[in-house]
């Protein structure tokens, strides 16, 4: 890989941000929602038992229904901090369900390739990473593509699986909002916010055996 790739490679990775008010509302350019759909069905998944579906909700009332169910779940969280922390939390935007331009639902099927999944038996939950690599992989590709994505989180699995249909034993892994964005924000939400601070990579870092702090030195 030439040089200058390698460098687009790790601005992309830079760029990419968990977006909530800086949605547009645009309709997503012929093509490309293909694009970034292909880039997380090619994710590599355990067994290749690919156990990922991407559900796409452009319809209204859907979406709303879904937007007021995470806002009562907002509100939920909201009551289990101290003072200090909802008013932090009362300035951060959790969703643009309704401000995207599409909604991408992508569920885990653990019986994909069952009943032997190759590389599962040890590790239940290799399916489900294998969804989250999916998952990235979409997210970069958006990213690259001048999307923005933002990871709705703040839901009750079986709400949305009722509300859009998934099968039993299939489970809702994400409600991503996805579409073009005024700006992709320099620094994440949550730390201009003040909820939490970036760890130091220094910190993440074990050599040989996990210690109390990471012990790395660069």
């Not at 599962?120 to 294998?130: E, K, Q, V």
């Not at 099968?167 to 991503?176: E, M």
Request: net charge negative.
């Amino acid at each position: 890989m030439s040089e200058p790739s390698v460098d687009a490679f790790y601005r992309v990775l830079e760029r990419r941000r968990d977006v909530r008010a800086e949605f547009t509302g645009d309709p997503i350019a012929e093509g490309v929602l293909e694009r970034v759909l292909g880039a997380a069905h090619t994710a590599p998944s355990v067994g290749l038992s690919q156990p990922w579906d991407f559900v796409l909700i452009s319809d209204v009332g859907t979406r709303t229904a879904f937007r007021e169910h995470v806002l009562a779940e907002r509100e939920t969280f909201a009551a289990s901090l101290d003072e200090s922390r909802q008013h932090t939390f009362s300035r951060i935007k959790i969703e643009g369900i309704l401000e995207s331009s599409l909604g991408i639902v992508v569920t885990y099927d653990p019986a994909r390739g069952s009943p032997a999944v190759l590389g599962r038996h040890a590790i239940a939950d290799a399916g489900l990473y294998s969804v989250c690599l999916a998952i990235q992989n979409l997210w970069l590709a958006a990213t690259a593509e001048g999307l923005g994505v933002g990871w709705v989180s703040f839901y009750r699995e079986d709400f949305l699986a009722k509300l859009i249909g998934v099968p039993d034993g299939v489970r809702p892994v994400a409600w991503l909002c996805v579409g073009p964005v005024r700006e992709l924000q320099a620094v994440p939400d949550l730390e201009r916010h003040g909820w939490r601070r970036r760890r130091p990579l220094a910190e993440a870092v074990h050599w040989e055996r996990y210690r109390a702090a990471g012990t790395a030195q660069w």
